[in-house]
């Protein structure tokens, strides 16, 4: 049985919105990647909307290429969310940007989450989990049958991850570790 004292409020999400979004850019012109339209709304709404339903009230927001776009269509808030942003002003990669925006975590819980990708997961069931767990860290990453285009966990028996392979060098580092014959 899950706890019921998770307070989802305590939980500060960190939504990462910064990326160049060169592969879309001829889809996009004039948008960040997060603001790409699906349905007749930016991309990032489906994000948000699932945070927002989860129970957070608090998300940092770091942004990069054209986050001046996000942040005069957003504001401070979405629905009952509080928008906080973190912009970096030449592209520090996915760890520099969340390292930009420590500093407007004050406490609890951190989330982070791409503003680029959607899993439709219960997040509340998620921080439960993670609680219960006392965990250092945890990942939600969704199962597909094709793991070339995107990046992959080796989890163990337990279901701890054990190894990121990227999706840039997935392919040696798969080679290196079933051939262990040298540290990879």
């Not at 957070?56 to 005069?72: F, L, P």
């Not at 940007?97 to 219960?122: H, Q, T, Y």
Request: positive net charge; glycine residues 10%; proline residues 4%.
């Amino acid at each position: 049985m899950l706890s019921q004292d998770v307070d989802m409020r305590s939980v500060t999400a960190v939504i990462l919105a910064g990326g160049l979004g060169s592969r879309l850019r001829d889809a996009v012109p004039g948008k960040p990647k997060v603001m790409a339209e699906v349905a007749g709304r930016p991309f990032l709404d489906f994000v948000l909307d699932l945070v927002e339903s989860s129970g957070v009230a608090k998300v940092v927001m770091s942004t990069g290429y054209m986050g001046d776009a996000i942040r005069a269509h957003y504001g401070d808030a979405y629905g009952k969310i509080k928008l906080i942003y973190s912009h970096e002003d030449y592209p520090l990669g996915t760890g520099g940007g969340l390292l930009l925006a420590v500093p407007e975590i004050r406490n609890g819980l951190i989330m982070v989450l791409n503003g680029d990708s959607f899993v439709d997961a219960d997040l509340w069931a998620f921080v439960s989990w993670f609680q219960k767990k006392n965990a250092q860290a945890g990942i939600i990453a969704a199962k597909v049958p094709g793991t070339s285009r995107f990046g992959r966990l080796v989890l163990t028996h337990d279901g701890e991850v054990q190894t990121f392979l990227e999706k840039k060098t997935m392919w040696k580092r798969v080679s290196c570790v079933r051939s262990r014959k040298r540290p990879c």
